[in-house]
């Protein structure tokens, strides 16, 4: 199996909005609207923040946003902070009972 | 709320037998959810290790279910993770969690992590 493909960096200003990409394909991303998302920051385990694509758990602020096309997922972080930056990682479900990983992204808060 | 704590060897030998526990508080892992493992090699990116669920049936990544065992202990409501063969490739912080993980990839808790070294 494949990781899904993330680009390896991003950054924006506080106050903007910033987009993360999470592609994978038709067996994965797009086959299926279970993509999850996790913001980690370092040396602090992963932290849920979006699933099934567009769903916030409690207690994520709603700047946090997802959505998905094709094979493509997205997750946007509109109005950054800066306590925002950090690395971000996708997930989905693969099929047969299997669950694959993005392989991150780092946001930083210029 | 659920919390979960890894423990066991922080120092394992190429070709050993890697095996860890993770201890539950907050909920009772035959109530329901899945309940796994995920490592980070350092400096890289995560990987699913597998996930038991309540009524023991498990689910392993394809790449490492030859030598893998995850499984619970409900008396102690804690679970583990067995991985034979190490190689320095498996070096990594090791990460229990928990959610609706099949199908949804939604892991939801997650333990501060342990980090494993392969030495001899």
């Known amino acids: 199996q494949s990781a899904l493909t993330q680009p390896p960096s991003a950054s924006g200003s506080p106050g903007q909005s910033i987009t993360i990409s999470c592609t994978g394909t038709?067996?994965?991303?797009?086959?299926?609207?279970?993509v999850s998302w996790f913001q980690q920051h370092p040396g602090k385990a992963p932290k849920l923040m979006i699933y099934?694509?567009?769903k916030r758990p409690s207690g994520v602020p709603d700047r946090f946003s997802g959505s998905k096309s094709g094979n493509t997922a997205s997750l946007t972080v509109s109005g950054l902070q800066a306590e925002d930056e950090g690395d971000y990682y996708c997930s989905s479900y693969a099929g047969s009972n299997n669950v694959v990983f993005g392989g991150g992204t780092k946001l930083t808060v210029v | 709320q659920v919390q979960l704590q890894e423990s066991g060897p922080g120092l394992v030998k190429p070709s050993e037998t890697l095996s860890l526990t993770c201890s539950v508080s907050g909920y009772s892992i035959s109530s329901g959810l899945y309940w796994g493992w995920i490592r980070q090699p350092p400096g890289k990116g995560l990987e699913w290790i597998g996930s038991?669920?309540?009524?023991?049936?498990?689910y392993y990544n394809p790449s490492l279910k030859s030598r893998v065992i995850v499984s619970l202990d409900t008396s102690r409501n804690q679970f583990s993770l067995k991985l034979t063969s190490v190689t320095a490739a498996d070096m990594a912080v090791y990460y229990c969690?928990?959610?609706?993980?099949?199908?949804?990839?939604?892991?939801?808790?997650w333990g501060q992590g342990i980090l494993v070294t392969v030495s001899s």
């Open positions: 038709s067996s994965d991303v797009g086959g299926y609207n279970y």
């Open positions: 969690a928990s959610g609706i993980v099949i199908p949804t990839s939604r892991f939801d808790y």
């Open positions: 038991v669920y309540r009524s023991g049936s498990t």
């Open positions: 099934e694509v567009s």
